[in-house]
């Protein structure tokens, strides 16, 4: 009597330290966004992914709302790191043209560096569940914080200036809004870089960010001292 095949088993995923595999699964789900797009990503995907068993990723993770926002967590530390080396170490003195060309210029290198990475912050949220959304609001709304305290320095008054006209319109200008309008566009340079890096270079990028500087300095020559 011939016996039935015994089927095969289920290979067992190499044992890791918890932070380890909690790594692994995170980048496993950066993966998938970045192939698939972040509503692909769920425990089961992950898990399949990943070659291991939906309990493995549950011992990290509560839900896929959890293992994205731990990812974002982590890949906006990252980028916060990437970005911080692009900032003078004091403000006092400093050219602004200098320093808002710089930090464009080291965003776009940036995102060339780790395009995964970017390309997982810079997805439009619409699609994205609602605790994502909720953590990406903050983390822009601390950019914008971050991005105005720079832009307000180079815009603050000062006692010397020749002309208080120029100091007047500087005091009404709507810093909040203008800080949207440059991160907006950075934003969008980042999307072109990584969807279309052969037409949209980091120079060509960089060399309008700082076009755009100078503009704004040519209506308000107060800041350039």
């Known amino acids: 009597m011939v016996r039935p095949p015994t089927p095969a088993k289920r290979p067992y995923a190499p044992r890791m330290a918890p932070a380890e595999r909690r790594e692994q699964l995170l980048d496993t789900a950066l993966e998938i966004i970045n192939r698939d797009g972040v509503a692909a990503v769920s425990v089961d995907a992950v898990a399949k992914a990943a070659g291991v068993t939906r309990p493995v990723v549950y011992g990290q993770f509560t839900d896929a709302d959890h293992l994205l926002r731990a990812l974002l967590e982590r890949e906006g530390e990252r980028a916060q790191a990437q970005m911080a080396a692009t900032l003078p170490d004091t403000l006092d003195g400093a050219d602004p043209v200098e320093v808002f060309t710089g930090v ?3 965003y776009y290198d940036a995102v060339v560096t780790a395009p995964s990475r970017w390309r997982a912050i810079l997805l439009p949220v619409d699609g994205s569940p609602p605790a994502v959304r909720r953590y990406k609001e903050r983390s822009d709304a601390l950019v914008r914080e971050q991005f105005a305290h720079a832009v307000r320095w180079f815009l603050r008054a000062d006692d010397d200036a020749d002309d208080a006209d120029d100091a007047a319109d500087v005091a009404d200008l709507d810093v909040e809004l203008l ?9 969008e340079g980042g999307r072109l870089v990584l969807n279309a890096p052969d037409e949209y270079p980091p120079e060509r990028l960089t060399a309008m960010a700082r076009f755009l500087v100078e503009t704004f300095l040519h209506r308000y020559p107060y800041t350039a001292r």
């Open 179 to 187: 800080i949207r309008v440059l991160l907006a566009a950075l934003e």
């Open 104 to 106: 464009a210029c080291g």
